[in-house]
């Protein structure tokens, strides 16, 4: 059974390659690769008509919230997908979903009626829809190589590369593809932990310049569109 919950710190980090190479010849030491290997993450992201949601959560508040619906690779209806709603809070991320068959999600996403045994993560994926009224967005992916740690894990350390969008097609049973959101060479390192990162890794950070920073997939996309749409109307 795939895991329903989770609670830890997410730190994210920009690199090119020209960083990541020494970097990780340096990382692989404390890292192995997890059970998942290299695989690519498929997104719908929900928001509301005037996309309320992305535009609280780029202002940076004390809480704020997202939903998706999440696949690992392209899909067909029998495939699990995954219902998903991530908040953060204080700087701790929230994650709670729940695994579906891929029409079971279009159609209770389109219906907005209550999941049958969903138990207390059916009942805040209810909360949440009756809410905020969402409606699919945008389609993003991206190839992902993800690593934990030898001595603890619980630490997990990923790599995003190809980070893509397209605004059609909003159906993860279609392939993969869209615009690239970041020039090629560039990728989103995350780094994930239930408590403090270790001595080790901090060093490496500091050896190589890597600083965390503030950086949203969904964010990044609906920023550069609201700059294209102020383009186009002057």
Known sequence: MAQETFKRYEKKYILD?????????ELRQYIKAD??????????????PLYELIHRSIAKPFYKEKRRLRSYGKVGEADPVFLEIKKKSDGVV?????????????????????????????RELDWFLQRYQV??????????????????????ITFDRRIRY??????????????????????????????????????????YKIYPTSFSKYGTYYKQKLLKERKNVR
Not at 17 to 25: G, I, S, W, Y
Not at 35 to 48: L, P, Q, S
Not at 143 to 153: C, L, T, W
């Open 17 to 25: 390659e020209d960083t990541f190479t020494p970097f990780f010849e």
């Open 35 to 48: 059970e998942y290997g290299d695989y690519t993450i498929c997104n719908v992201y929900y928001d509301t």
């Open 94 to 122: 929230y994650k709670r979903r729940k695994q579906m068959p891929l029409p079971v999600a279009m159609a209770y996403t389109k219906a907005k009626s209550p999941l049958k045994d969903g138990g207390q993560i059916g």
């Open 135 to 156: 409606e699919p967005k945008v389609y993003i992916a991206y190839d992902r190589q993800a690593f934990k740690g030898i001595e603890d894990d619980r630490l997990r």
């Open 166 to 207: 397209r605004e059609d097609r909003l159906d993860l049973a279609q392939e993969t593809d869209g615009t690239l959101l970041m020039e090629e060479g560039w990728m989103v390192m995350e780094i994930k932990i239930p408590g403090s990162v270790p001595f080790w890794l901090a060093r490496l950070l500091s050896k």
